[in-house]
Every structure is written in C-alpha cells, then in structure tokens.
C-alpha cells in the first residue's frame, strides 16, 4: 500500500465512510489523497488512511470538521482542551435532550389521560363534586378526533394553576348565565349573544370551538343526561335556556341550528 496506494472506493472500505465523504474532505482540505496514478486517479497513501482514521475518530466523538481540523493542524491547539470543549457542549446538548424528553412524556400522557393532574388535585382544583373519572369517558367517546388531539396538546403545558384559573372562569360564567335566566334574559337578545361568545371564548381554551360546535354542545348540553344535570343543578331550566340561546346566535350568524354539524 505505501508504494501503490488506495483508491478511493477502497480507502472508503478500509476506514468505514463513505466515498461521498471522503470526495467531500477532500474538497473542504480535511484530507487528501496525496498520490494519482498515470491516468489520473486519486490515491490514498499509508499517511492519508491515519489521518483519515484520526478523522473517523473525532467525528464520531462530534467534533465539527472545523474543530478536527484545528486538532490535527494546528500545534498550538491541544487535544484535550478542544476534547472539554465538546463536553460541554454535549452537555448542553444532554440539557437540552432531557427537556425534550420529559415534554414528550408529558405529551403522551396528556393524549392518554387528558388532564394531568391527580384525582386529589383534580377534586382540590375543580371543586367536590368534580368526578375525575370524565376526562376518560371522554377520551372513549372522543379519543380519535382532532378536538382530542387539540385538548392534549394544551392539557401538556397546562399548569395547576392555570387549570384553577379555568375552572374558576367557567365556575363564573355558569353563574352569570343562571343570574340572567333569573332576570329573564331572553335567547337572542344583546346580553344573551354576549354570554353565548363569552362561553365559546372561555370553552376555547380546551380546543378551538366553532359557533357550528357550539350548536352542537348547546344540544347536548339539553339532552345528555350528566350535562343537563349539571345545568340544571345551576338553575333549574339552564340547560334548555342556554341551548335556545346558543341557537339564536347562531341563526344572527346565518347558521340554521337545525341542521348545524360538529365542524
């Protein structure tokens, strides 16, 4: 080898790289072959492939081809001192892996549980009569749909205390739509549109909800069970009242509520 040299396609085998990375070493002036043969092609010598293999070494340790080339060039740059370097910088690199990693389990537990909180928390958060169990029937009945999707990507990030903010802003708005019933608040007018917005808005938070979806809620807010009890238990008639509400909004809106679709 020391008198004939390698190829390129050889020297590629022989040191475990590509032919593409050598031609592309070659070009940058990382490594070159230092022999050609009379019909003008390149070869590697014997000094080449150590170098070549000082190369592999350091790259496979993450050096960039500028810090390699500083190691094998440059006297004055020691070894070890450009080695620390790069743990350091891999140590951020771990930093930052290891944040990526903890929102990606977040992430996946939102998706499987919804909410991210203990059923302790859950009941300290959202009040006594809060049922933790609801966020899994509701991954059964909506589990697939991209409002699912939507609601676990916020659950993810989502905060004690932000969802104590949230539950305390739609703890608000319940008791604002029961006082307007009592006051005889009728569905269409100002003050009812107002609260039926402020409800879309506020229910934003769990995914974006369109005044189509809103129809929709409205309608099982009235005649799911668990939903009208719970309306209902707020002031006895809401539930029918907010979805007559919810429908004169939407008719403003030019959308018939009678044949309003979940989009």
Known sequence: MADAGLTVGATAGRVGVTVRALHHWDEVGLVSPSLRTTAGYRLYTDADVQRLERVVAYRDLGLGLDAIRAVLDDTSTGIGAALREQRVQLAGQIDDLRLLDERL?????????????????????????????????????????????????????????????????????????????????VPGSPEADALVERHREVFSHFFPLTRRMQVCLGRMYESDPGFAAHYDGVRAGLASWFRRCVDASARAQGIDPDTATWQ
């Open 105 to 185: 389990e977040r992430m996946a537990e939102a998706h499987e549980r919804g909410i991210l909180l203990s059923d302790e928390e859950q009941a300290a958060t959202f009040g006594p009569d809060w049922d933790a169990r609801r966020t899994g029937q509701a991954r059964v009945l909506w589990g697939e749909s991209p409002q699912w999707a939507q609601f676990a990507e916020r659950s993810a990030s989502r905060t004690r205390e932000q969802w104590r903010a949230l539950a305390g802003a739609m703890s608000a708005l319940e008791r604002d739509l029961g006082d307007a019933l009592d006051r005889g608040v």
